[in-house]
T-cell receptor
Framework: AQSVTQPDIHITVSEGASLELRCNYS??????LFWYVQSPGQGLQLLLK??????LVQGIKGFEAEFKRSQSSFNLRKPSVHWSDAAEYFC??????????????FGKGTHLIIQP | DTGVSQNPRHKITKRGQNVTFRCDPI?????LYWYRQTLGQGPEFLTY????????KSRLLSDRFSAERPKGSFSTLEIQRTEQGDSAMYLC?????????????FGDGTRLSIL
């Protein structure tokens, strides 16, 4: 069964500093990978996705992520964080669908705190 | 694009009561998904529809839960005889097309509190 691990429950970063959120997945083939962000009491907003091709993908709000097959990782990065980036971040994997098993599997999330 | 709409946003009910939530997907999206999210956890997949057909149900979806999408548009999720453990955020998502590379777009969820 596929699984997603986000090793950091909380991360605190100073405003203007760089950010990297870690995500590791377990799956036999190349998965479809996603990063979502969730503000308190809200639904999830898609930041970026990886399906194939270039392993460095760009997303919204200045975020990017790099797929590394050898490390089964899909880490999210941002060169300079803003106070508005404080939120919960979820990495998710989706199995290739041949007609079944189409739901996303999420990690437990990383809570990002921005220090002034 | 009006986004995925979920109603109500909050529901408080007594244990043992039945509740029903509604999800209106993005209009051209043929796939609709339900997830449950408990405090401090990521969302967990419950079930999904392609048009009106319910194609998969998670083991989390006990027999007290039932989901429908009668005309392939909006969907309802009903929980019968609610229990304390049902307290969670219930999220709906939709996507377009039949390929797994289409991203899912989420609504703001319905937060259920069981007294």
């Amino acid at each position: 069964a596929q699984s997603v691990t986000q090793p950091d429950i909380h991360i605190t970063v100073s405003e203007g500093a760089s950010l990297e959120l870690r995500c590791n997945y377990s799956y036999g083939a190349t998965p479809y990978l996603f990063w979502y962000v969730q503000s308190p009491g809200q639904g999830l907003q898609l930041l970026l996705k990886y399906f194939s091709g270039d392993t460095l993908v760009q997303g919204i709000k200045g975020f990017e992520a790099e797929f590394k097959r050898s490390q089964s990782s899909f880490n999210l990065r941002k060169p300079s964080v803003h106070w508005s980036d404080a939120a919960e971040y979820f990495c998710a994997v989706r199995m290739y669908s041949g007609g079944g098993a189409d739901g996303l599997t999420f990690g437990k999330g990383t809570h990002l705190i921005i220090q002034p | 694009d009006t986004g995925v709409s979920q109603n109500p946003r909050h529901k408080i009910t007594k244990r043992g009561q039945n509740v029903t939530f509604r999800c209106d997907p993005i209009s051209e999206h043929n796939r609709l998904y339900w997830y449950r999210q408990t405090l401090g956890q990521g969302p967990e997949f419950l079930t999904y529809f392609q048009n009106e057909a319910q194609l998969e149900k998670s083991r989390l979806l006990s027999d007290r839960f039932s989901a429908e999408r009668p005309k392939g548009s909006f969907s309802t999720l009903e929980i019968q005889r609610t229990e304390q453990g049902d307290s969670a955020m219930y999220l709906c998502a939709s996507s377009f097309g039949g390929h797994s590379n289409q991203p899912q777009h989420f609504g703001d969820g319905t937060r259920l509190s069981i007294l």
